[in-house]
C-alpha cells in the first residue's frame, strides 16, 4: 500500500502536467518495477482522479493538488543510482513525511519530477 501512495504522490508532484503513458509508467518505476503493481496504480491514480488517460497520453488532473509534493534533499555520496545504475557522488532523495526513496542522480529526479 505504501508504493501505491508514494506513486500517486510522485505522479501528483509531476511538473509535466501532459505525458505519454510511458512517462507516467517511468515515475511510477522510482517506487517499482512490477507490472501487475504498476497497472493497479494507475487505475487508483484515474479513479483517484489524480490522472486521466486517453489512449497513449495521462493528464495530470485538478486532484492531484491535495497531495503535497515531497521536498528534494542532496547529500554527498559514492553510490548508484536507484532509475538508472549511474555512478552518483550527489544523492538525491524524495523526502516523504516518514520516510524517503533514492538515491537518484540530479538528471534522474529532474527528469522525472
Do not use: W
Not at 88 to 113: A, M, Q, T
Amino acid at each position: 500500500m505504501q508504493k501505491t501512495e508514494d506513486a500517486l504522490h510522485l505522479l501528483a508532484a509531476s511538473a509535466r502536467k501532459t505525458m505519454s503513458v510511458r512517462d507516467a509508467v517511468e515515475i511510477i518505476e522510482l517506487v517499482t518495477k512490477n507490472p501487475q503493481t504498476i497497472k493497479a496504480i494507475l487505475e487508483a491514480a484515474t479513479k483517484q482522479r489524480i490522472i486521466k488517460r486517453v489512449e497513449t497520453t495521462v493528464t495530470i488532473l485538478d486532484g492531484a493538488a491535495a497531495f503535497p509534493k515531497p521536498k528534494i534533499t542532496r547529500v554527498d555520496c559514492d553510490s548508484s543510482c536507484r532509475r538508472c545504475g549511474v555512478r552518483i557522488k550527489h544523492c538525491h532523495y524524495i523526502e516523504f513525511d516518514d520516510h524517503r526513496l533514492g538515491p537518484y542522480g540530479s538528471e534522474c529526479v529532474n527528469k522525472i519530477l
